[in-house]
């Protein structure tokens, strides 16, 4: 009887969203606060790329720190360089640590960064090109499982090896910080930081409405029965090999545009934000909010990044055991995560014709 | 005019002869029955056919191409469809899909990258020849075993292949299920070359005309059912021995 309503609502409800993130939201937040959840969509951004590389394409990665990091430090390198390049006490434009550690010129990949525009192509294709070497030789191999989760893990920890071993080219463990323009405005304002915000959840918007079109492919389904069946789909005459390069590499693009975004407007990129912790912290996120949901990944990360500035506001140490907790619970009890939770809440309520999980799109959480 | 010859085929794991000096032709359009005892080697002579497990030495040549050193998915798209024992069907995807991705593989790429609203034609047919319509947005998960092997022979149909193989497509299937299995064999082989493997000797007797015995790894014999059943050394080493078992 209301076909048209329920084909719209999932439109409607999307749309009603976005609005209210853009035009609502930061009228009702302070800049602080407005900060602090253009941080966390970043993080919905990665969770939307954890979603389909691993809720969909069963490709467990402990290790998108790493892509986060290279689109993060790719957007911080240029936005360093555009500091210097305004500041006429520093010499050939190098930064400061660079001139402590003895450097008398730029490292190529810091030159070849100078551009806004070098940066953004290289903070979407490094990790996406990163992504696409390790996955295509692994899963040639046909490594997978917990081998491949292992193998994502030490990529991440030999990631921030290398940040923190190369000082006088990446700025070691301080990381880089200090960002006061791009592309000539500057990012010290309120309206840049209001735009920063729109930006994040534009692309937001946008990559869930691609990652939601490729789910509903039939390369989408082609991933699950390669999650649930990876020998029986080469019998089907599939290569698995680059099915799975793909997601990964999509998601690792995803992570690495996150990781742009998330730089001007932390204002900071250091070891400590790219590393195993986060890359945990990333799937943690993903597995609470249900991995099998994009919206629910997306709005895990929201929740859990949320709650955590919350608790460390309130009592810092207690963070840490009730994230552990909240975790047990829910791979114990709600392994499909809250997105699992929400959806038999919906078929119990209505007890009608169950369709496939579609949960309508609450991308945006309360952050306080 | 053959379509598969393998010729001098061996297999070995480790000191383990799994096929021994195989040579075997299957013509276009046969129906063949492979059977033997346990352990003879019926499975991994499918396995290698299908690129699952790779030849010691010997070859194998499927309509023009040497199959030896091919992956499964290349060996799968030259035209060779197999089930498997235990069905694998895609639990999490319905039964339309299943049937729409086996299906799917002949599109390039970009095509894979659509959504389609509704199911093409050929996947509605094919649901419909296996007679599993009703299921047609059930998932997967939610068949009983025997409607699972009928999804899978669906799938095979999907794919088109030239040659099919069965792995005991009647294996754990009630009486009813197995007469359905059956007619829809006799249908099927009305326009496609199959190799069955199976055990079910009152499914043999009913549907099986050319039978080729496997035993340790080699062929034993080969012929028509009432030839190979009368072979004193098929009877000894199979029928005999199941007929033993059957009495214990």
């Given at each position: 009887m209301t076909t048209t309503l329920t084909r719209l609502r999932g439109p409607l409800t999307f749309t009603a969203l976005i609005a209210a993130a853009?035009?609502?939201?930061?009228?009702?937040?302070?800049?602080?606060?407005?900060?602090?959840?253009?941080?966390?969509?970043?993080?919905?951004?990665?969770?939307?790329?954890?979603?389909?590389?691993?809720?969909?394409?069963?490709?467990?990665?402990?290790?998108?720190?790493?892509?986060?990091?290279?689109?993060?430090?790719?957007?911080?390198?240029?936005?360093?360089?555009?500091?210097?390049?305004?500041?006429?006490?520093?010499?050939?434009?190098?930064?400061?640590?660079?001139?402590?550690?003895?450097?008398?010129?730029?490292?190529?990949?810091?030159?070849?960064?100078?551009?806004?525009?070098?940066?953004?192509?290289?903070?979407?294709?490094?990790?996406?090109?990163?992504?696409?070497?390790?996955?295509?030789?692994?899963?040639?191999?046909?490594?997978?499982?917990?081998?491949?989760?292992?193998?994502?893990?030490?990529?991440?920890?030999?990631?921030?090896?290398?940040?923190?071993?190369?000082?006088?080219?990446?700025?070691?463990?301080?990381?880089?910080?200090?960002?006061?323009?791009?592309?000539?405005?500057?990012?010290?304002?309120?309206?840049?930081?209001?735009?920063?915000?729109?930006?994040?959840?534009?692309?937001?918007?946008?990559?869930?409405?691609?990652?939601?079109?490729?789910?509903?492919?039939?390369?989408?389904?082609?991933?699950?029965?390669?999650?649930?069946?990876?020998?029986?789909?080469?019998?089907?005459?599939?290569?698995?090999?680059?099915?799975?390069?793909?997601?990964?590499?999509?998601?690792?693009?995803?992570?690495?545009?996150?990781?742009?975004?998330?730089?001007?407007?932390?204002?900071?990129?250091?070891?400590?934000?790219?590393?195993?912790?986060?890359?945990?912290?990333?799937?943690?996120?993903?597995?609470?909010?249900?991995?099998?949901?994009?919206?629910?990944?997306?709005?895990?990360?929201?929740?859990?990044?949320?709650?955590?500035?919350?608790?460390?506001?309130?009592?810092?140490?207690?963070?840490?055991?009730?994230?552990?907790?909240?975790?047990v619970l829910v791979i114990a009890l709600a392994p499909q995560g809250l997105a699992g939770l929400t959806h038999h809440a919906k078929n119990a309520l209505t007890r009608g014709r169950t369709p496939t999980p579609a949960p309508e799109p609450t991308t945006a959480g309360s952050p306080t | 005019m053959s379509l598969l010859t393998i010729t001098d085929l061996t297999v070995t794991f480790g000191d383990f002869t799994a096929l021994d000096s195989i040579d075997l032709t299957i013509d276009e359009g046969e129906l063949r029955f492979l059977i033997g005892p346990n352990g003879a080697g019926k499975t991994t002579l499918i396995d290698t056919i299908t690129g699952r497990t790779h030849p010691t030495h010997g070859t194998i040549t499927f309509n023009g191409h040497t199959l030896n050193k091919r992956s499964e998915h290349q060996i799968a798209r030259t035209g060779i469809g197999r089930t498997f024992q235990t069905s694998v069907v895609f639990e999490e995807l319905t039964v339309a899909d299943n049937v729409d991705l086996a299906a799917a593989h002949r599109l390039p790429p970009w095509q894979l990258l659509r959504a389609p609203r509704t199911h093409p034609d050929h996947v509605t047919r094919i649901l419909d020849r296996v007679g599993l319509t009703p299921h047609t947005h059930a998932k997967a998960a939610t068949l009983s075993h025997g409607q699972r092997q009928w999804l899978e022979i669906a799938m095979l149909l999907a794919q088109k292949p030239r040659l099919l193989l069965l792995d005991e497509p009647v294996a754990g299937m009630s009486t009813d299920e197995r007469a359905r299995t059956g007619e829809l064999l006799t249908q099927i082989a009305a326009d496609h070359t199959i190799v069955v493997i199976e055990h079910d000797m009152d499914f043999l007797r009913r549907h099986a005309h050319q039978v080729t015995v496997l035993h340790e790894g080699r062929v034993l014999t080969h012929g028509d059912l009432t030839t190979v059943q009368n072979d004193p050394q098929v009877q000894q080493v199979y029928l005999g021995r199941t007929h033993q078992k059957a009495h214990t």
């Open positions: 853009l035009l609502v939201l930061p009228h009702l937040l302070e800049p602080f606060r407005l900060n602090l959840l253009a941080q966390y969509l970043c993080y919905a951004i990665v969770a939307l790329g954890i979603a389909l590389a691993w809720g969909r394409g069963g490709m467990l990665t402990l290790g998108h720190g790493v892509y986060f990091g290279l689109g993060g430090y790719a957007m911080a390198i240029h936005l360093t360089l555009a500091r210097t390049a305004a500041d006429p006490l520093s010499a050939d434009r190098l930064p400061q640590f660079m001139v402590w550690s003895g450097r008398t010129e730029l490292p190529w990949f810091w030159t070849a960064l100078t551009h806004p525009a070098a940066a953004i192509a290289a903070a979407v294709l490094v990790p996406g090109t990163v992504a696409t070497l390790l996955g295509w030789s692994v899963f040639r191999q046909r490594v997978r499982g917990a081998y491949f989760a292992i193998l994502n893990q030490a990529l991440a920890a030999a990631f921030v090896i290398l940040l923190i071993g190369q000082q006088h080219l990446t700025g070691g463990s301080n990381g880089l910080t200090d960002f006061p323009v791009f592309a000539g405005h500057s990012l010290y304002t309120p309206t840049a930081q209001t735009t920063l915000y729109t930006l994040t959840v534009l692309t937001l918007a946008a990559l869930y409405l691609l990652f939601r079109h490729i789910t509903r492919s039939r390369y989408g389904k082609l991933l699950i029965a390669i999650r649930d069946g990876e020998d029986r789909v080469r019998y089907l005459g599939y290569n698995p090999t680059w099915a799975k390069t793909l997601a990964y590499a999509l998601s690792a693009m995803a992570a690495g545009i996150a990781g742009a975004l998330f730089v001007p407007i932390l204002g900071i990129i250091s070891p400590t934000l790219v590393g195993v912790i986060p890359s945990i912290m990333m799937v943690l996120a993903v597995a609470l909010g249900g991995r099998y949901s994009l919206t629910g990944a997306a709005t895990g990360a929201v929740l859990v990044n949320a709650a955590q500035t919350t608790f460390a506001e309130t009592f810092a140490g207690g963070w840490t055991y009730l994230q552990g907790a909240l975790f | -």
